[in-house]
């Protein structure tokens, strides 16, 4: 799914107000808004900015933004106001329209260099060298960073709720206390990962009195007006569930509803991982089994056909080769460096030195195997993760 | 259900064919909130919290997700195909092998990008040569989005998404904490340099741990087969099998291939290579003019001075090459401008004894030097430029010409950047941008040759060439590439009566370098300089010559010898380059 510049747009203003952010301006294309502590907290990333505002009681100065949802609506509407200023005052010269913002605090520089300084800035995530008194101009469309970034802080500001339903006007005039049924309601993202992905929402609510489980929560929720506030005449019924159990209930009534669905992709990943790990194991297995590892093809064993070519010269490519202790290759290496260090006294010594070798070698081609085995199965190995996006609770008639 | 026993914890239901991990945080969180009654969150966040994860759901298993989130960015089909297949066949191991030009960033940024997504891959380490790596890192946060470091400190390691050199990569103290992470994804550009086992770059990679991996390069085989199967031992040991059984099924000898079907087929599961002129990719032209000027008398006086300077000091240096290098440069630089030629000559003199009789014969030519007042190349350059009005790249050897050429187009208006390879990456960035911007001529010495995309610029113009063809044709890379929309005019200038007009004519007519495919030309120098670089045997031709045509002679000879080479490889092609042509029947 996607969003909509007008989605965008209706999602960043209701994130806006509910952190009571100052509007001040607005339009379906873009919308200036001075943050509020909270939102400034939330989005601008300037901790130490702000621990230092708590330690020192400073006045808080927060940031202001102009975002963008539509660029080319916002572009075309700009050049249209400009068109109209410099018809109406032909004397003051019209601004370079690109980069300057509507309301812009910033000095008339150069518009060539300032094009630079704004794409190689561009790079570095906005760093809030402008200070309050400027309005930094962004692009929030479905993709950005900016819009993910309010994404998580509307889910991290929204994780836990507690709320109650507020009566209509009719019943708030009855003189008997309504009687209230607390609910757990939590919304589950299934992640259903191997080497490939994909996820589900599950928002389901427990009653926290009778234990009926409910799906699709959600929109049981939307007919009704929610506050953070009692109503009066509010008689909460006291829970007969814990919470842990209820948690533990809905746990298993969403197992249930995957034990429903197909896990022939899960069959297909572990058919993919058993076949890696076959012809992992295969060579690996082969590898270790000989006596001298396999690291170098050398004259000696009867298939090399292509050594015949690369090893009876001093092979070309030793040139480049730094010392490596580990994994040097045995055969022609050996023979090589044993005759370019120290001539050697006796033929006994580089037989100890090629079995020394050869034990290290296969040391690191055990690790090498057993590692390539873990990442392997790490990458393939089907599996379900089930996270809480958020949960509350929910007080209704 | 387990309505009735609400006390029952433990899950009573059958077990998932899958292991199932519920994540049990929220549970305290909440309770401690309903103990302490709060913080409460806004129930507007609330729903906003929910709609976002729905927008960002990913519903199904094998649907391209990213693009979405990519705005501004339209991969080309062949970029999707690759990603698709790399993604959903090849399970995100793969080597991407498309020929020079087709967008390999692209592709291993989708596919990067596809996989962050989906929260499958969140730590990454992107190996490049050291002069890409800015151009990664602008490509991958300008394009995807993704938000890319360039390696400096130590702790840049820690982000989450590193670009860095191989060269620092592999040196302690990074390399102890490299192996000891575990890294989600691993991309390496340029990944031919791996082809040998035995170097400290291979076995390094072989160390890495990493879910999924991509080799990225335009020659996964430059010479032999047992190259490919070092690269492809690299991200899946075992697929071809081990490296005897490997010779015994499919190689005849370095460079024969055999069982060719068979071996496509196990290719084309780790490998994806596309190439120019298939499909609807289609690259733009290539005008190459060849400029003759005819030097000026002052010019001419200090070539033959020059020429004899150096011809004499070989004859009493015996005839011994590796002496005379740089007196042999003199002769180049004379052909580029009188600059380089000074401060060659200045160098040289610095280290004379006092009392060398070389002394004077330096100031000799010093005072040819002083002779010349234009530079009859940068003359042509301004014509050109200005008769083309539109941006254009001057390539030299030489910095001191580099520096002339910077002054000479100031004086006459014309706005101009250098680049170089002694700038550090923020300046070389800062160069590009200007030459993006307002500015028309950008003048660059050879690390321009490497890596910098200038597809916004189809103008060229080599004020002298490198002896090297692949060199030149580096540099045509750089303007000459996907992307680029114009046809591309490439001026040559050359000095008739020198050592220039031959070089140009080797390569140009005997070797027909500006036409050829790319992969073709460095396969077949790599073949030519087994016994002595090319250069080399150039430097040696101008030495030992007795007069033009002497040299036009040895010319020749060298050019039949590359023409040759380039048979034998046409030859070879249906074999192991034909390997490499995996969409035709093979996969």
Known sequence: MTMSPHEVQAYVLTYLEALDCQIMERSPAHVTVKLSPEADKALTNRPYYWGFVERTGAPAETMSFTFIFDPDSYQQAIEAAEAKAAQALPSIVPDPAEKNGVTNGSPQGEPPKETILGRYFGITPSMPLLGPGRILREEVVYGSRRLQQIFGAAREGGAFVNLFEQAAKRQLRATAPAVYEPWLGVCFKVEFACDLKREELHFLGISLRSGEIIEKFGTKLNRRDLSPRLAENMHVQTAKVSLSDAGAALESHLTNRLLELDYSWAEKAQERLDLELDVLDTYYEAVLREDTPEVELTGNTASGMESVHSNRTPPVPLKKVLDIPNAKPNGADVELAAEAVVPIDTETDAEEEKAKQAVIDREAMKLQYETRRTEMIWQYEPKVKVTAISSGMFHLR | ?587
């Open chain 2, 1 to 587: 259900m387990n309505r009735k026993n609400p006390h029952h914890m433990n899950q009573t239901v059958a077990e998932l064919p899958v292991p199932l991990e519920f994540d049990r945080s929220w549970i305290n969180q909440l309770e401690s909130r309903l103990d302490k009654g709060g913080p409460w969150g806004d129930y507007r966040l609330f729903q906003l919290g929910i709609q976002a994860e729905e927008t960002n759901l990913i519903p199904n298993f094998d649907e391209i997700q990213c693009l979405k989130h990519l705005q501004g960015l339209t991969p080309l089909p062949h970029q999707m195909d690759t990603a698709r297949r790399v993604l959903f066949e090849m399970s995100g191991r793969a080597i991407l092998a498309d020929e020079v030009g087709l967008g390999k960033t692209i592709e291993a940024g989708l596919i990067l990008k596809e996989y962050m997504v989906r929260g499958l891959v969140s730590k990454v380490l992107i190996l490049v040569p050291a002069s890409l790596v800015l151009q990664w890192v602008r490509e991958l946060n300008s394009k995807f989005g993704i938000p890319a470091i360039a390696q400096k400190k130590a702790y840049s390691w820690q982000n989450e998404v590193v670009v860095a050199s191989m060269d620092t990569a592999k040196r302690d103290p990074h390399k102890d904490m490299l192996l000891n992470t575990d890294y989600d994804m691993i991309i390496i550009d340029e990944a031919h340099k791996l082809k040998n086992k035995k170097t400290t770059n291979y076995q390094f990679m072989l160390k890495l741990r990493k879910k999924y991996c991509l080799l990225l390069t335009a020659t996964p085989v430059q010479n032999d087969m047992s190259e490919l199967f070092n690269l492809i031992n690299l991200l899946k040991p075992g697929q071809l099998g081990r490296q005897g059984d490997f010779a015994a099924n499919f190689v005849v000898d370095k460079r024969v291939p055999k069982n060719q079907e068979q071996l496509k087929n196990e290719l084309s599961k780790v490998m994806i290579r596309n190439r120019r002129g298939e499909g609807p990719v289609q690259f733009t032209k290539r005008n190459v003019s060849n400029v003759n000027l005819q030097l000026s008398p002052e010019e001419q006086a200090l070539y033959d001075g020059v020429t004899s300077f150096v011809k004499d000091q070989y004859q009493e240096a015996g005839g011994n090459l590796s002496s005379m290098l740089s007196l042999v440069t003199l002769q180049r630089e004379v052909c580029s401008s009188r600059d380089a030629v000074f401060v060659t000559l200045v160098n040289l003199s610095k280290k004379l004894p006092l009392d060398s009789p070389l002394r004077d014969k330096i100031w000799e030519l010093v005072a040819h030097i002083k002779a010349i007042k234009e530079n009859t190349k940068a003359e042509k350059t301004m014509e050109l430029i200005r008769n083309m009005n539109e941006k254009v790249i001057i390539f030299t050897e030489y910095r001191a010409t580099q520096e002339y050429l910077l002054n000479y187009f100031r004086n006459n208006g014309l706005t101009a950047v250098p680049y170089r390879g002694g700038m550090n990456r923020g300046k070389k960035d800062w160069m590009m941008d200007l030459f993006r911007g307002r500015v028309q001529a950008m003048i660059a010495t050879e690390a321009g040759g490497e890596g910098i995309n200038l597809q916004f610029c189809h103008h060229m113009i080599n004020f002298d060439l490198p002896w090297n063809p692949m060199r030149v044709e580096q540099r045509i890379g750089r303007v000459h590439r996907l992307g680029q929309q114009n046809d591309v005019n490439i001026f040559n200038l050359s000095t008739t009566g020198t050592i220039e007009e031959h070089i140009l004519n080797l390569l140009h007519e005997k070797i027909n370098m500006f036409e050829m495919v790319i992969g073709g030309l460095d396969v077949i120098l790599e073949r030519l300089e087994k016994k002595e670089s090319i250069e080399k045997s150039l430097y040696k031709i101008m030495l030992e010559s007795q007069n033009d045509e002497d040299i036009r002679r040895k010319m020749d000879s060298l050019g039949q010898s590359l023409n040759s080479i380039q048979r034998e490889v046409a030859d070879e092609g249906p074999a192991v380059s034909g390997l490499l042509d995996l969409r035709k029947g093979g996969s």
